[in-house]
C-alpha cells in the first residue's frame, strides 16, 4: 500500500493535531495509507523515510538535528514526496537554512496579525493543480515570505494590506501556493492554514492542499517509472 508520514509538532498554535489528522484523511481517499509521528528522532533513518510516497510537514518553529535534515534531503532528493502548510512547512526550523533551501521558502511577518481579510489570486494556467479553481477571499494571517527564485508559483495575494514599515515599498505579489523539484522530489507548499477551520471557511485552500499532497506523493513513482537515479546529485550532497 502507498504511505505518507505526518510529523506533527512544534508550537500547538497552529493546531498540528487538528492539521495533521485532516490531512491523513485526505490522503486516505486516494488509497495511501498515514501514519502520523511526534518524534523526529526516526526520520534520522533515510530507510525509514523510503518507505513512504510523501511527506507531510505540520512542525512549526523547533529544531531539527543535522542527521535528520540530511536524511530528509536524501529521501526527497530520491523521490519521496514533501508537502505542507502555512508556518508547519515554511517556519518549521527556522535554525536550519538547508530546510529552506529544500520547501522554497521562509516566513519572515503576518503585519496585521490574525483575521486579515485577504483575496488568493490563483494564477490559471501555471499548473493542472489549480484547474477549475478561482479566486478566493480568506479571513487569517496574512504570510509575508522570503523565496526561493526557482518555485513555480501557483497562486499570489496582494502586499500590503495594512500599514507596517514595508508599505513604503512598492505593491508585491506574494506567491500563496507553490511547486518545485528537490533532486528527483516534488515539493508542495500553500501559506493557508493558521488554524485548522481556514480550510472549511475556504473550501478552495482545502482543494489546492488536497490536489497538492497527491501531486507531491506521485512523483514517487514517476521516478521509480523513469529510472531516476541521485548519482547525478550525490558529489555536491557531500559539500552540505
Same mark, same amino acid.
Given at each position: ?9 512544534? %508550537? ?86 538547508? %530546510? ?77 501556493? %507553490?511547486?518545485?523539484? %528537490? ?58
Amino acid at each position: 500500500m502507498k504511505k505518507v508520514l505526518i510529523f506533527a509538532g512544534g %508550537w500547538d498554535g497552529h493546531q498540528p493535531e487538528l492539521t495533521s489528522v485532516r490531512f491523513a484523511g485526505m490522503m486516505e481517499k486516494h488509497g495511501y495509507e498515514a501514519t502520523i509521528i511526534h518524534d523526529l528522532a526516526p526520520m534520522a533513518e533515510v530507510d525509514y523515510l523510503m518507505q513512504f510516497e510523501l511527506l507531510v510537514a505540520c512542525w512549526t518553529m523547533g529544531e531539527i538535528p543535522r542527521e535528520v535534515v540530511q536524511s530528509i534531503a536524501k529521501a526527497v532528493g530520491a523521490g519521496v514526496g514533501l508537502a505542507g502548510c502555512h508556518g508547519g512547512m515554511c517556519d518549521a526550523f527556522r535554525q536550519s537554512t538547508e %530546510w529552506q533551501f529544500i520547501t522554497g521558502g521562509q516566513w519572515v511577518s503576518h503585519p496585521g496579525g490574525d483575521g486579515i481579510e485577504y483575496t488568493v489570486n490563483v494564477r490559471h494556467g501555471s499548473s493542472p493543480l489549480v484547474e477549475g479553481l478561482t479566486d478566493f477571499p480568506v479571513k487569517s494571517e496574512h504570510y509575508y515570505l522570503h523565496i526561493d527564485p526557482s518555485i513555480e508559483v501557483l497562486a499570489t495575494t496582494r502586499f500590503p494590506i495594512v500599514p507596517y514599515y514595508h508599505i513604503s515599498n512598492r505593491p508585491v505579489d506574494m506567491p500563496v501556493a %507553490w511547486t518545485k523539484f %528537490w533532486g528527483n522530489g516534488r515539493v508542495f507548499y500553500t501559506s493557508l492554514g493558521h488554524h485548522d477551520d481556514v480550510f472549511d471557511n475556504s473550501p478552495n485552500a482545502a482543494v489546492l492542499m488536497e490536489r497538492g499532497m497527491v501531486w507531491a506523493a506521485e512523483g514517487r513513482e514517476y521516478a521509480r517509472a523513469h529510472g531516476l537515479t541521485t548519482e547525478r546529485f550525490e558529489n555536491t550532497a557531500q559539500m552540505y
